[in-house]
């Protein structure tokens, strides 16, 4: 084959393939994957498992397989330190409270930059596009706490207004005008940070439900109303039939006299 005849300098293999991958171990330890073939040449002249190949075919179809395998695991290692470094940073930043939804990257730096996570991320883009999806969606969240409790604050206004409206407080006629002072007075909103404009519109819809209520009220007082006349025409004409039915009986037993 292609190995040299084994000396005392020179290692000795069963197979080409394991020589094969004596020879990639040594390019691994020695070479870097953007050297060319003379400074391949050069760096493993004086290694034992160089001379154990006596053509330089085989040397440089392992250097071209190590090379692949090399550039390879490279990029997978590579890969793998960002996505940790990016974990990582994020991770620091979810578990700083210094930075908040207003925090901007020159005032982040001066705050993190001595910080492992901060430092391990070596591209400056890197940690700004980081830092800005961290801002938004911090920025999201408060605009969701903010929201969630304006709705429960205005929950807590409708049942002072539905609880007003029970007591005849108003009726479905009346303006907001008339009632704001009183409801927004209520005991159980003290210290609350009612909305005026979402309140407003919660009791304009509370008066769009009164209205309907008060329509279909009406709607079934009328029903009501027409079933009832309806039975009242309906026992007046049986009524008439019956006593239609007795004078002819009394007349048949009664005939009139000659």
């Keep these: 084959g292609g190995l040299a005849s ?6 000795k ?3 080409a393939a394991e020589a094969s991958a004596a020879l990639k171990e040594a390019y691994d330890e020695k070479l870097t994957t953007d050297m060319k073939w003379e400074d391949v040449a050069r760096v493993m ?5 160089w001379r154990a190949f006596r053509k330089s075919g085989p ?6 397989e190590w090379r692949a395998q090399r550039q390879k695991r490279d990029k997978e290692e590579r890969d793998a330190r960002i996505f940790n470094a990016r974990r990582d940073f994020a991770a620091m930043l979810e578990g700083s409270e210094r930075v908040t939804a207003r925090t901007t990257y020159e005032e ?4 993190l930059s001595g910080l492992p996570a901060w430092q391990a991320l070596d591209e400056e883009s890197e940690r700004r596009a980081i830092l800005d999806e ?5 920025v ?6 903010a929201e969630q409790l304006r709705a429960e604050i205005v929950a807590k206004v409708v049942v002072v207004m539905k609880r007003l409206r029970d007591e005849g407080g108003f009726t479905s006629g009346s303006r907001w005008s008339e009632v704001e002072a009183t409801i927004l007075a209520d005991p159980s909103l003290e210290g609350l940070d009612v909305d005026v404009h979402a309140a407003a519109r919660s009791f304009r819809d509370l008066q769009g439900e009164m209205r309907r209520e008060e329509e279909a009220a009406a709607i079934k007082a009328k029903e009501e109303l027409s079933r009832k006349v309806a039975e009242g025409r309906k026992r007046k004409m ?5 006593r239609t039915r007795l004078a002819r009986q009394w007349r048949g037993e009664n005939p009139p006299r000659r």
């Excluded at 084994?6 to 290692?11: L, S």
């Excluded at 002249?45 to 498992?49: D, G």
């Excluded at 961290?134 to 911090?138: G, I």
């Excluded at 049986?238 to 019956?242: G, H, L, R």
């Design 140 to 145: 999201a969240r408060e605009r969701a706490k």
């Design 6 to 11: 084994p000396t005392a300098d020179i290692p």
């Design 13 to 15: 293999f069963a197979s």
């Design 238 to 242: 049986e009524q008439e039939k019956e």
């Design 59 to 64: 040397k440089k179809q392992a250097f071209s």
């Design 134 to 138: 961290h801002v938004r969606s911090l």
């Design 45 to 49: 002249a004086k290694l034992p498992i």
């Design 108 to 111: 982040a730096e001066v705050m």
